[in-house]
């Protein structure tokens, strides 16, 4: 059996790696689409799996043709938007599934940030040209390859103050990339079970994010000031700047986005395939030290 993965390099597909390198699944080539500028050393560690790069984009056709020829299962890893071109040249050469990594985003009220990944998901759903699976991952963290709580640690790290825009009670469901990882693999290790299913992929805990502010600063052992601006001035603000100060961080429609519970139940994958995602408290604390170690190494550098 044939495996192709997009995304292999980034941080839940080393994880997915690390878990197919040591169980075996029987496939004879994992074949890994990446980039010119991608950096593949790190999968040189999988030596029991039959690694093969291949440089290409996935938004040309004529690539994905020849990329999914002989190829039995599909990991879509590296974005929602190539889940469409990956199906239907995946039906053309006879590929048998298709599991995609897509994401919870679809569930906001915004119709701009869902609208897309409802339109794609739902063609696909609709017309399923081959087996498929979709895996819905809340906001990922995990170690310093993360992009959204490495940033918020960084951040409290550095300075006394927080501005929170709102009262920051929303709740959040953040899912280790390494819970993600061992997902993907139980997926690919119970077809019967898992195929042509949906499955949203979650944290254990629902999270104030005020209290994940407070995790990271406990373990930290910073005194940060968490300092609320109201709703409408925080939006007021992220306008002006969305406006009139090129490269503003954020946008308008961003500080109503901070506002949205985003918990998702992940009991089907639970009771499909064993999904036990670790507990914020537990991962965001292994984060965190490995980002002190990692600021302890660079001063002894």
């Known amino acids: ?66 990329v999914t020829q ?9 974005n929602i938007r190539f889940s469409p071109l990956l199906a239907t040249y995946g039906q053309k050469n006879n590929v048998k599934w298709l599991i995609g990594v897509h994401t919870t985003g679809r569930y906001s009220k915004f119709k701009s940030a869902s609208s897309e990944y409802i339109k794609i998901e739902d063609t696909l759903l609709n017309t399923r040209p081959i087996n498929l ?13 993360d992009h959204n709580m490495k940033k918020l ?15 920051g009670k929303n709740l959040l ?6 819970d993600l990882g061992k997902a993907y693999y139980d997926v690919l290790s119970n077809p019967k079970i898992t195929q042509n299913k949906e499955y949203n992929l979650s ?5 104030e994010y005020r209290t994940i502010i407070k995790m990271i600063t406990h373990k930290l052992n910073k005194n940060v000031l968490i300092f609320p601006v ?26 109503l986005r901070m506002q949205e519970d985003k918990v998702y139940s992940h009991l089907p994958a639970t009771q499909d395939f064993g999904y036990d995602p670790m507990s914020f408290k537990e ?12 600021k302890r190494g660079s001063k002894n550098d």
């Open 153 to 167: 640690i960084k951040f409290l790290d550095a300075f006394p103050i927080f501005p929170v825009f709102g009262k």
């Open 1 to 66: 059996m044939k495996l192709l993965i997009t995304g292999a390099t980034g941080n839940s597909g080393l994880f997915f790696l690390e878990h197919l390198n040591n169980n075996s699944l029987n496939y004879d080539e994992i074949r890994c689409v990446v980039r010119e500028s991608t950096n593949t050393k790190a999968l040189e560690q999988f030596g029991n799996l039959n690694i093969k790069c291949v440089t290409g984009d996935l938004t040309d056709a004529s690539f994905l043709d020849k």
């Open 283 to 294: 991962g965001i604390e292994l984060e965190v030290e490995e980002y002190l170690a990692t």
């Open 70 to 78: 002989d190829i039995d299962t599909i990991l879509n890893i590296a």
């Open 173 to 178: 469901q953040p899912v280790r990339a390494q």
């Open 230 to 255: 109201p709703l409408q001035l925080s939006y007021k603000i992220a306008m002006f700047g969305q406006n009139f100060i090129p490269g503003f961080p954020i946008k308008g429609e961003q500080v």
């Open 203 to 207: 944290g254990k805990d629902e999270v």
């Open 133 to 145: 699976t979709i895996l819905r991952p809340t906001m990922i963290y995990g170690n310093m390859k």
